[in-house]
């Protein structure tokens, strides 16, 4: 059973930075395309970073230039750098991959940006 830890939350004032981790416990971590999803509050899940299992990655265009997501494949981790943070970018975050049919999620953390 794969599973997905993030870490790394908070409260954060506007112009802030705050870095997100996710560990994943399944083995052959580097063949996965590991991605960030976002939820605010009333609005639908959305893809915020990607980064496939070459390192190519794509970005949200609500964050591009603000955010960077990266990978330890040593580590089976996946981060994601969060610089000049907005009140807009107040959200659950989520954790995700996928292979196949087969996809899962973390158990999300929340960002909180606010004065």
């Known amino acids: 059973q794969v599973q997905l830890v993030e870490s790394g939350g908070g409260l954060v004032q506007p112009g802030g930075s705050l870095r997100l981790s996710c560990v994943a416990s399944?083995?052959?971590?580097?063949?996965?395309?590991m991605d960030w999803y976002r939820q605010a509050p009333g609005k639908q899940r959305e893809l915020v970073a990607q980064?496939?299992?070459?390192?190519?990655?794509n970005y949200a265009d609500s964050v591009k230039g603000r955010f960077t997501i990266s990978r330890d494949n040593s580590k089976n981790m996946v981060t994601l750098q969060m610089n000049s943070l907005k009140p807009e970018d107040t959200a659950v975050y989520y954790c995700?991959?996928?292979?196949?049919?087969?996809?899962?999620w973390g158990q999300g953390i929340q960002v909180t940006v606010s004065s």
């Open positions: 399944m083995s052959m971590f580097e063949i996965y395309v």
């Open positions: 995700h991959t996928s292979l196949g049919p087969l996809t899962y």
């Open positions: 980064i496939t299992n070459i390192g190519s990655t």
